[in-house]
């Protein structure tokens, strides 16, 4: 199983950017996609969560109207639309793959697949 995540880089504060993480290797569509971002020196934190068919998101409070996930089953992506970037949305972001299709899940200890995380830095 692979996760690429692409499109981190650098902006400016009330900017925007696009991640999209790319999947192979799994049954995309069996899988609910995550989205979880770790700046330096904390731990790894929910950012959102898509379910497995689109029909359903959920977002952390902190970026709950400025982020939005979506997903594309038959070309195995997930997107995270960044918009109103604040100097504490800097991180490295991760996307990750979790298999239980029951309900979704914003601890990061119940995604069995995780990309290898693109950094996000946005200036003051």
């Known amino acids: 199983v692979q996760l690429q995540a692409s499109g981190g880089g650098l902006v400016q504060a009330g900017g925007s950017l696009r991640l999209s993480c790319a999947a192979s290797g799994l049954t995309f569509s069996s899988y609910n996609m995550g989205w979880f971002r770790q700046a330096p020196g904390k731990e790894r934190e929910f950012v959102g969560v898509v379910n497995w068919s689109g029909s359903a998101t959920y977002s952390a409070d902190s970026v709950k109207g400025r982020f939005t996930i979506s997903r594309d089953n038959a070309k195995s992506t997930v997107d995270l639309q960044m918009n109103s970037l604040k100097p504490e949305d800097t991180a490295v972001y991760y996307c990750?793959?979790?298999?239980?299709?029951?309900?979704?899940?914003?601890?990061?200890?119940?995604?069995?697949?995780w990309g290898q995380g693109t950094l996000v830095t946005v200036s003051s």
């Open positions: 990750a793959a979790d298999r239980d299709r029951r309900r979704t899940y914003n601890s990061p200890y119940k995604y069995d697949y």
